[in-house]
Structure formats: structure tokens, C-alpha cells
């Protein structure tokens, strides 16, 4: 069986196909192509399909789709993509023009949903029964395993954990989406930036003001680099996000009792300094049990959407090829 995984990006869509067996037969990064509209976006995928189609015409072929936004996996509808450039429709339904295209029916779901998957089948080899997988980036996602499966909740937008508040939102800080107290107002990129902007202005002379010097080119990396080089600001700000990531994963093993907790994305290179105080928050959980055997665990990797497309477009194949 042959699975080919497509993850829809604002600037480029990721390809890959693979079989069953986990071997990578070919990927390929094109260009997210806006200017002929959806439909010239199908056609750009679907000549992808296709001749994937026909290069294994002796085998089944199965797709699934990532794409960013609010996405009804079960009509395959993109409701709203923010990120995606497209103006000619309002809901965008990708599964039935892929499949009038390709004659092949993809599954179509969020994209940090089906990279959660790929965490899952990789890292974890399918270990862990309850699980949630958080995305560390200038966003905050999440996705969740339940019962060995993708819970992707009654509307399809289950996982979406940045949006959780944390903190009071009539006086909290702001996140991208409109909203005060956020999860990932604290601890995406954007509220990693704000503290460390406000330590450069309290401690002009530590190393981090050094390394940062203006907010124009910040990365987060630059408080990563300050944090080993042992400056007590740029590790406060570390302890901060850690605390603040703690709050977030108590709340949610509190819900859900879960075994496994996977961080990865691009801030999740910085464990090494956000995770004793995240640590120290569910340690100090006043209910016990469901911390005492949480593992928490950092992704090997990070970069797994269209992978993660690929595998779970496999697993959804044999899952129904055995009921
Ligand atoms: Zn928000």
C-alpha cells in the first residue's frame, strides 16, 4: 500500500509518499501556487496524485491532507485558512476537488492534527495510549491521541491548546488571535519576545540586551544562546515559559489523565532550560496521580506534517480494510 502525504503550508506544500513498510519513496517541496486560485491549487496536487497513481498502479494508493486552518475532517472542507492566500472561495472543499481530479478520496484534516500522528508513529512507535503532542512555535498547537487514536473532537478542531487561558483575560497579554491570557501569548515565540523585550529595558547590560540589541531580528534562539552562556535574564525568561507550559499540561492531564506528554517544534529546542520549572509545576500538583507516571518527552523530530500525512493516510487505509 502506498500512502502519499500532502502538508498545505503558506509559503510551500510538502509531499511525501510512502508504504506501509515506512520507506520514503519520493518528497518534494513546490511552492504554494495562489495565483490561479483553488482550483489551479487542486490541479498543481492532483498531478502529483496522479502520477504517483500511475507510477504504483499495482497497489493502493491512499492520501491524506494537512491543511491550516479550521478544516471539517469529515467533508474534507477547509472552513478558514487564515495563511492561505486564496480569495475564490469561502469554504474551501479540497476533499471533493481532489477526488473529482484524482478519482481517490483524501482524508482532510488539520495540519498540526496529522503532525501529531507523525510524532506518534515515530517517536513514540505508537507507545502510549492517551497522548498529546504540543507545538512549540510563533504558534502554539497541539494534537491528541485517545485510545490509540487521533481525537480530533466533534467538529474537528479538537487540540487547539494556545488558545487555552491560562491567565486573566481582561488584563492578560494578547495573543494572536484577539484574545488576553492565552497559553501562547505566554509561552508561543510572540510572548517569548515580549518578556525578553521587557527584561532588555529592566537590564540593559545583561547578556541577553547584548545578543537581542533590538526587537527587529529576534529569535528565539538569541535567548536559547544568552541561557547558556548562563545570563540570569535570559534563564529567567526560560523558568517563566517553562511555568507557564506547566500550567498548560496540568490543566490538560488533569482533563484527560494522560501517559505521554510530546513537545516538539521549534521552541522545544530549548528544554534543556524551560523544563525543570515545567517539571517543578506538575510536581506540585495537589491531585497526584495523574503526574506520578506522565512522561514527558522532547520530539527527535520536529519537521513531521507531511510525513505524519502520509503514515496516517496508511494507518487510516488498514484500519478500514480490517473492519
Ligand atoms: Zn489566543
Redesign the pocket.
Known amino acids: 500500500m502506498i500512502g502519499i502525504g500532502v502538508d498545505i503550508g503558506g509559503t510551500f506544500v510538502k509531499l511525501y509518499v510512502m508504504n506501509d513498510h515506512g520507506e520514503i519513496f519520493r518528497q518534494e517541496k513546490l511552492e504554494t501556487n495562489f495565483s490561479k486560485g483553488t482550483k489551479g491549487f487542486v490541479t498543481q496536487i492532483g498531478d502529483f496524485i496522479n502520477d504517483i497513481k500511475e507510477q504504483f498502479a499495482d497497489q493502493r494508493v491512499c492520501v491524506a491532507v494537512g491543511a491550516p486552518g479550521d478544516v471539517d475532517h469529515e467533508k474534507g472542507i477547509l472552513r478558514y485558512n487564515p495563511n492561505l492566500k486564496f480569495t475564490d472561495v469561502q469554504e474551501w472543499p479540497l476533499a471533493d476537488q481532489l477526488e473529482k481530479y484524482t478519482g481517490l478520496r483524501p482524508q482532510v484534516v488539520n495540519d498540526a492534527t496529522l503532525a501529531a500522528w507523525g510524532v506518534y508513529e515515530t517517536d513514540l512507535q505508537r507507545q502510549g495510549t492517551n497522548v498529546l503532542i504540543v507545538t512549540l512555535g510563533t504558534g502554539v498547537g497541539g494534537g491528541l491521541i485517545i485510545n490509540k487514536e487521533l481525537y480530533q473532537g466533534s467538529h474537528g478542531t479538537a487540540g487547539e491548546i494556545?488558545?487555552m487561558k491560562i491567565a486573566d483575560t481582561s488584563v492578560g497579554p494578547l495573543?494572536?488571535?484577539g484574545?488576553r491570557g492565552?497559553l501562547?501569548?505566554f509561552v508561543g515565540t510572540i510572548g517569548i519576545k515580549r518578556r525578553t523585550l521587557q527584561s532588555i529595558v529592566d537590564h540593559p547590560d545583561s547578556i541577553l540586551a547584548k545578543m537581542v540589541k533590538t526587537g527587529a531580528d529576534f529569535k528565539v534562539d538569541q535567548v536559547a544562546k544568552a541561557a547558556e552562556k548562563d545570563c540570569p535574564q535570559a534563564l529567567k525568561i526560560w523558568q517563566d515559559t517553562g511555568y507557564y507550559l506547566g500550567l498548560g499540561i496540568a490543566n490538560l492531564s488533569l482533563i484527560l489523565d494522560l501517559d505521554t506528554v510530546v513537545l516538539t517544534g521549534g521552541v522545544s529546542g530549548a528544554a534543556l532550560y524551560f523544563m525543570p520549572a515545567l517539571k517543578q509545576v506538575l510536581e506540585h500538583q495537589q491531585i497526584k496521580t495523574p503526574f506520578k507516571k506522565l512522561k514527558l518527552l522532547v520530539s527527535k523530530n520536529p519537521n513531521i506534517g507531511g510525513v505524519g500525512a502520509a503514515m496516517y493516510a496508511l494507518h487510516q487505509a488498514q484500519t478500514y480494510l480490517h473492519k
Do not use: N
Request: proline content about 0%.
Open positions: 494556545g488558545h495573543c494572536g488571535c484574545a492565552c501562547e501569548a
